[in-house]
Structure formats: structure tokens, C-alpha cells
């Protein structure tokens, strides 16, 4: 089976930079996504990264250690519109033939403070 | 339309009806997921499918849930002889096709049984 393991809550100051760590242990592994969720919103998508290294899309980039199964989100000059729960989430196989989905992990809770 | 559109955005149901939560898309994408969500937890991969069929069912529950996308568009989620466990957050997301990276989420339905 899937299972990914990140923190339940972080809080960071305005301004600062906080990092979401997740470790993964899954059966097939295409790419680990980052989306994000504020309350009773919709998830939605921030990065993701096929291949070992850092991805950076502005404020938010993403590193994926494959060996290590391993991968975080970093948020930088953090804003109170940050806070919000991130999830990663690994892209793999399924059991369908053709399948492809994505499994989640329970989502950190990160609260940005004054 | 614009994103995914989901309906109702709210249902409450009594314990043992049946109920049909519809996912409307975007335009031309050929994936289609369902997940579902409960409080403090991360989407549970429900089905996925790849045009008209279901690719993957992997993670329906019991045989009291189904899901149908006759057309390759529009899919119907339907729960039959609800339970109160069944409560939750029900997710739809497409991609433009099954090996795209990023997922589309709509704003869900909140189904509650009583």
C-alpha cells in the first residue's frame, strides 16, 4: 500500500520561511505533488517533481530526494494568505491497468502569524 | 465552463436513501477522479476514469457506491442506502489526460447523513 507521512501543524511568522517536510513509502512512484488547501476551498495544484532536485515557481519551491523517498515544500516571505493546509501527494500507478492517481497525505496545517 | 463544477455543493440526506452527487468537468479533459475527504484528513482516492471508463475502482468503498461518465464527460457519483460513516466531503478533479501532472479540483459536495 501508499502511505506518506508529513507534519499535522506548523506555524511560522509573516515574512519567514518554513519548509513542510514529507517522506513517502509507496508500491509505484511517478512524482510527488504539492497542493494546496484553504478552508472549505478546493484543493489546488502547486508543484510537482518527476526527477531528483529543487523546482521553483516563485515564492513556493519543491525538492524530491528519490532515494530517500523524501521531499519538502518551501514557502519564502511568508504572507497571512499562506495559511492554509498543503498536502503532498504521490502520482503512481494505481491498480488499474492504465490507472494513475494521485494518494494524499492527511495535509499540514500551516497557520501564518503576525 | 471556467473550472470543475460540482452539485449540490451541500447535501443532507437521511440514513438508508440514495443520493447522486454530479461532477461537471472542464471542457476536453479526459481524466476524471473522485476522492473523498473528511475532517482533518487528505482526499481518499475514490475512482478515476479515463473517458468513459473506469480505469480504476480500486478505492470505492463497498458496492454501495458507484460512479457512471456515460458521455466522457459529466459523471454521477451514487450512494446507495446511505450511512452516516459515509459523510463527507466528495471531491472531483480532472486532467487533460491521464498522465498530466496537475489535477483540477472542484469545490466538492458536502454530504451529510442523519
Known amino acids: 500500500g501508499q502511505s506518506l507521512e508529513q507534519p499535522s501543524e506548523v506555524t511560522a511568522v509573516e515574512g519567514a520561511i518554513v519548509q513542510i517536510n514529507c517522506t513517502y513509502q509507496t508500491s509505484g512512484f511517478y512524482g510527488l505533488s504539492w497542493y494546496q488547501q484553504h478552508d472549505g476551498g478546493a484543493p489546488t495544484f502547486l508543484s510537482y517533481?518527476?526527477?531528483?532536485g529543487l523546482e521553483e515557481t516563485g515564492r513556493f519551491s519543491s525538492f524530491l530526494s528519490r532515494s530517500d523517498s523524501y521531499g519538502y515544500l518551501l514557502l519564502q516571505e511568508l504572507q497571512m494568505k499562506d495559511s492554509a493546509s498543503y498536502f503532498c501527494?504521490?502520482?503512481?500507478?494505481?491498480?488499474?491497468?492504465?490507472?494513475?492517481?494521485?494518494?494524499f497525505g492527511k495535509g499540514t496545517k500551516l497557520s501564518v502569524i503576525p | 465552463g471556467a473550472g470543475v463544477s460540482q452539485t449540490p455543493s451541500n447535501k443532507v440526506t437521511e440514513k438508508g436513501k440514495y443520493v447522486e452527487l454530479r461532477c461537471d468537468p472542464i471542457?476536453?479533459?479526459?481524466?476524471l477522479y473522485w476522492y473523498r475527504q473528511s475532517l482533518g484528513q487528505g482526499p481518499e482516492f475514490l475512482i478515476y476514469?479515463?473517458?468513459?471508463?473506469?480505469?480504476?475502482d480500486s478505492g470505492l468503498p463497498n458496492d454501495r457506491f458507484f460512479a457512471v461518465r456515460p458521455e466522457g464527460s459529466v459523471s454521477t457519483l451514487k450512494i446507495q442506502r446511505t450511512e452516516r460513516g459515509d459523510s463527507a466531503v466528495y471531491l472531483c478533479?480532472?486532467?487533460?489526460?491521464?498522465?498530466?501532472?496537475?489535477?483540477?479540483f472542484g469545490q466538492g459536495t458536502r454530504l451529510t447523513v442523519v
Open positions: 471542457s476536453g479533459h479526459t481524466a
Open positions: 501527494a504521490v502520482r503512481d500507478p494505481g491498480s488499474g491497468a492504465g490507472s494513475y492517481q494521485l494518494t
Open positions: 476514469f479515463q473517458g468513459t471508463g473506469a480505469a480504476d
Open positions: 517533481n518527476a526527477l531528483d
Open positions: 478533479a480532472s486532467s487533460p489526460r491521464h498522465l498530466n501532472t496537475e489535477a483540477f
